[in-house]
């Protein structure tokens, strides 16, 4: 499985430098985050060992770095969250150094990534002493796609636009229950998963659903407007874990998209919201740029977590390196550092001696 991703990552990377007439000499380095297989950053007991001790927190996202090295003749960085979660942190969210170099402004802003799961990065204006704070709000798209690929039989992916959810009403007893979930009431540093809003808690949906008097299936838009309200409901309350509410909400990620859900969470949180496009990010950009940026950090030697941000005891360098086939040279190391370096907003440019 690993072998299969890295040869589609292999045959991306070969199309997206021919269309940017670019060759492979071009690359300094490739970040890869790889395909999440297990999430769960704070110690636990795995239910399929009975009697076994407790376990440490984990991230382990699957990937295969060799052959991408070998491809592209780079430095490939991959398992970025484990260092963090080794720290004590939750390996989550990663993206606010990214989000901190490029959006922070003269005014409080937020930025909000609508993937899987929602999370959100408060930026403080410039100068300001109030640390960046960030953290999973709870489901994004997950249980929306989840449930309409699962109800309809795989004949619809998505809710294009928001088209269904908007045709339907809340269930709202379904949804108090959904909210009334622990996730919503806890403080950050936090974040979230599959594990927590994936497959499993669809099941639960669909069966509490059942014992509600009605067939799932009769009510798809209906079920969709409720997912929909929740994910926006989710957001709104995380805002008021933030130390002030910011002047604007800047959205990224696969869920601007989906219209009904922006205007569902433009109403809810009294904000407005603009695309990351506005600035010259697209929205489905922004996270692969994030991962090349922590990717730079690591082999600039600066640290690519926020430890206010993950809860890790300390702020750690990132990932793992894995050389090309003509090694990790000090020259090579040197030229990536002197390339990384003017791509590096302050703070993370490393300071030059004198």
């Not at 408060?122 to 704070?133: E, N, Q, Y």
């Not at 489905?284 to 926020?306: D, R």
Request: charged content about 20%; some cysteine.
């Amino acid at each position: 499985m690993a072998n299969i991703l890295s040869r589609m990552e292999i045959r991306l990377g070969k199309i997206l430098l021919e269309k940017a007439g670019l060759s492979p000499g071009h690359l300094c380095s490739i970040g890869t985050h790889g395909v999440t297989l297990r999430h769960h950053p704070v110690p636990h007991r795995l239910s399929f060992l009975s009697g076994a001790p407790e376990a440490g927190g984990v991230s382990f996202q699957l990937s295969d770095p060799f052959p991408l090295a070998r491809a592209f003749g780079v430095p490939v960085v991959s398992q970025f969250r484990g260092a963090d979660v080794a720290a004590g942190g939750c390996g989550a969210p990663l993206a606010p150094v990214f989000h901190r170099a490029v959006f922070t402004a003269g005014l409080d802003r937020a930025f909000l990534n609508i993937g899987g799961i929602a999370n959100i990065t408060f930026l403080p204006a410039l100068g300001s002493s109030v640390p960046v704070t960030a953290f999973d709000t709870g489901p994004g798209n997950m249980l929306l796609d989840l449930a309409i690929l699962t109800l309809t039989d795989g004949q619809e992916p998505f809710d294009r636009n928001g088209e269904r959810a908007r045709r339907g009403r809340v269930i709202r007893p379904l949804l108090d229950s959904l909210l009334a979930d622990p996730y919503f009431f806890r403080s950050p540093p936090k974040s979230t998963g599959r594990e927590e809003w994936g497959e499993d808690r669809l099941a639960g949906i669909m069966a509490a659903a059942r014992s509600g008097g009605f067939d799932p299936r009769d009510r798809i838009d209906d079920l969709l407007a409720t997912l929909t309200e929740l994910t926006a409901e989710g957001i709104r309350r995380g805002l008021g874990f933030l130390a002030s509410s910011p002047r604007l909400l800047i959205a990224g990620g696969g869920g601007v998209r989906n219209r009904f859900l922006m205007e569902r969470i433009e109403i809810l949180t009294g904000l407005p919201i603009r695309q990351s496009g506005d600035f010259g990010l697209p929205s489905q950009a922004i996270e692969s740029a994030a991962f090349a940026y922590l990717a730079l950090l690591t082999l600039s030697g600066v640290p690519g977590a926020i430890a206010s941000v993950t809860g890790a005891l300390e702020e750690t360098v990132l990932g793992q390196i894995t050389p090309p086939p003509t090694g990790l040279s000090s020259d090579l190391i040197r030229n990536v550092r002197e390339r990384a370096c003017i791509h590096l907003p302050s703070p993370d440019r490393p300071k030059r001696p004198g």
